[in-house]
């Protein structure tokens, strides 16, 4: 639910995705604690804060009919089952947080880890995890827990 009713302070960047089922990928990113913005969100798209500290980015999901608007002429989109166009990444604030943000995208629905780094990333400075959500799309929740090698 939205706890916004104005947009005062709107976000700074912002993702935009196609989705499949534009209901179902609604109920998965606020089952992720993501802000849905109901004043931009209709029947064709849905509008997001990132949680926390990354509430500056938006999160736009759009079915296909709509998200092709916003794309060059003669282009398709992209099954993110089949091809990865991007990976999208947000910060936590440590390890556990990191691991509850994964198991809480599992209980939504999401696909845990389809991707690891070696060492969850620790080699990079980082406690880094991945998930799928229900459009593909592969997005990482990282915390900064040291240095790299060389830094």
Known sequence: MSSETSVTNPPTFFVNLPTINLEKATAFFVALNFDHIKLWSDDKSSA????????????????????????????????????????????????ASVDAFIEQAVNAGGKADPYVLKNYGQDMGMYNRSFEDLDGHIWEVCSMVGLCPGA
């Open 48 to 95: 997001f804060r990132l949680p926390g500290a990354n509430s500056q980015v938006s999160l736009m999901i759009h079915v296909h009919e709509r998200f092709k608007t916003f794309n060059r002429p003669g282009t398709s989109v992209v099954d993110a089952f089949k091809s990865t166009e991007a990976l999208f990444s947000f910060m936590a604030k440590d390890k």
